[in-house]
């Protein structure tokens, strides 16, 4: 059994490492939050976090803690480059699977959990957020723990059976380092299945066995020093943004152009769930056939459908929002295994076969989709074929078909092949094509030109109208992101050394307005692609004051 878990972590950090150094910052998340952390390294300001000059209060301390934990280990310090900001989303995927492998085995035994793990460590959404330096990935493992614990305490109960001393310390102790990290999320999850649970079963009583006093207590041991500080430090203006804009936003209104109609998480599902889509939703409707009849399954639906239900509700829809919900599902996959054949493969309801062949068109869609991103988009963005896109095609396409299954019950050994296929796909596609995708990755080409054309150690550049986060990450905090008339004063106030960035079209207005102080600017390089986060093609001019 421990060797499961062993093999788990090792399967999720094998799955992930590939993309971690050569995948550029990804804008505009990703850049803000590696920024922010970059800037508490340089000020040796742990408490408060900014963005440049702004106030970043969005979300709490704890995720930029541990990115600069991984940076002081790094030895680098501000100069660590993005995949040692990446090791925490790593280690928090890797911890999410042990997590799930753990909470399976204690369920439904140790093939389940092994099967568990493997799916939660083999999806889109998880590979993505592995390679992503943001608070997801650490969410997940903070909600797997707690979640985990939750169930066995729940199932103690059911079976008249003592709890075990550590599970309300786990529980709550993953409360409170989640809230850390995203706020009310963990313990929303928690309180949602909760509820679920109380809606079937009319009784609360087994929740009194997480020792609420004591669980509290632990909770403000962890969350309260921080805020205290941060209140003092922000005279209070944490709360009003974190809270009374960030949160309150997007449950009233869509926000950030990400305000989408209810549906989306169903519509989105089988991307994020590939290839496991088809499998969970056949062990999911299997489950509900007969959560009556077993607890364990009551609690899984209760992990998935009502955290589900709550963010198709939200106006403002992110993919990864509800991924906290996905190990509901996998641990139905590691149940499915644990019944006779000929119980596991029943035949479902007539609406549920109508989800499960819609399910199984959406695996088909995505995995040809898929197939056909690895292969066109080095042709259409690089205007190169790249030999790496075949055999990321070919896996892409043989895991959708051993992703869809003549039976509802899949076997073990399958279940690895398909987690396999899925980690070359997601190695080739993160890890060699994407980063290949030169003209997508204006950042780090400003930043080659940048220390190409760099004419003394203190230059600063000066952007127009190229405002990317990932920009100031790679290029320096006190990049100045300005419009053309701030580049020309910026040129002019230190001509020796500054360097200026702007549309190779606006030049003859950058030289305009330098004309009146006598002097004209001098184009080093150019630098052409596509802004992918807004869509704009742009043809970027380096500029520096001419001798």
């Keep these: 059994m421990n060797r499961n878990y062993l093999i788990l972590f090792l399967f999720s950090i094998v799955m992930t490492v590939s993309g971690l150094a050569s995948l550029p910052p990804v804008d505009r998340d990703e850049s803000r939050f590696v920024q922010s952390t970059k800037q508490m390294v340089e000020t040796g300001d742990y408490i408060d976090i900014r963005l440049q000059d702004v106030t970043r209060y969005k979300k709490p301390i704890g995720i930029y803690w541990l990115q600069s934990a991984a940076v002081a280990l790094s030895g680098e310090g501000a100069e660590a ?69 939750l169930a066995q305490v729940y199932l103690a109960a059911r079976r008249k059976e003592p709890v075990a001393g550590h599970l309300p310390w786990i529980f709550w102790i993953a409360q409170g380092l989640g809230i850390l990290i995203k706020g009310p999320v963990a313990p929303l999850l928690s309180l949602l299945t909760a509820a679920a649970l109380f809606a079937f079963e009319r009784d609360w009583r087994w929740l009194l066995k997480l020792k609420l ?75 509900i056939n007969r959560f009556w009849d077993d607890p364990r399954l009551r609690f899984c639906l209760a992990w998935y459908i009502p955290f589900w239900l709550v963010f198709e509700a939200i106006p403002t829809k992110l993919p990864h929002y509800v991924m906290p919900a996905y190990p509901g599902m996998a641990l139905l996959i590691g149940w499915l295994l644990t019944l006779p054949a000929d119980k596991a493969n029943a035949p479902l309801k007539r609406w549920q076969s109508w989800l499960w062949w819609s399910t199984a068109f959406g695996v088909v869609v995505v995995s040809i989709g898929l197939a056909a991103v690895c292969l066109g988009a080095p042709i259409y963005f690089a205007k190169a074929f790249s030999w790496w896109s075949i055999p990321a095609a070919i896996a892409a396409l043989v895991t959708g078909y051993l992703a869809f299954p003549r039976q509802l019950q899949v076997p073990l050994g399958r279940i690895a092949a398909i987690a396999v296929g899925a980690g070359i796909t997601f190695s080739l596609l993160f890890g ?43 290029v320096g905090t006190n990049t100045v992101l300005t419009d053309v008339d701030g580049v020309a004063k910026h040129l002019a106030a230190d001509p020796a050394c500054a360097l200026g960035l702007a549309p190779v079209k606006d030049e ?36 520096r004051v001419a001798p």
Aim: net charge neutral.
């Design 508 to 543: 003859q207005k950058l030289n305009e307005l330098l004309a009146g102080q006598g002097k004209s600017a001098k184009r080093l390089t150019e630098i052409d692609g596509l802004n992918y986060s807004s869509g704009d093609k742009l043809a970027l001019g380096l500029y």
């Design 81 to 149: 480059p993005i995949w040692v900001y990446r090791l925490v989303s790593m280690l928090g995927i890797a911890l999410a699977v042990v997590g799930i492998g753990w909470t399976g085995t204690k369920l439904f035994g140790a093939n389940a959990g092994l099967a568990a793990g493997l799916m939660m460590a083999a999806i889109f959404a998880t590979a993505f957020e592995g390679r992503d330096a943001k608070t997801d990935a650490m969410l997940l493992a903070c909600c797997v723990a707690a979640q985990g614990a």
């Design 432 to 474: 060699v094509i994407a980063p290949s995708l030169k003209p997508i990755w204006l950042s780090p080409a400003i930043k080659a030109a940048v220390d190409a054309n760099r004419p003394c150690d203190t230059t600063v550049l000066a952007s127009a109208p190229y405002h990317e986060p990932s920009l100031v990450f790679l």
């Design 213 to 287: 006093a004591r669980g509290i207590i632990i909770v403000l041991v962890i969350v309260l020093p921080w805020i205290i500080l941060i209140s003092w430090k922000s005279g209070g203006a944490f709360f009003q943004e974190a809270v009374g804009k960030d949160m309150l936003n997007k449950v009233a209104q869509g926000e950030e152009s990400h305000g989408l109609p209810p549906g989306f998480y169903m519509l989105t599902y089988s991307l994020f769930m590939w290839p496991f889509g088809l499998i969970a939703v056949g062990a999911g409707l299997q489950a």
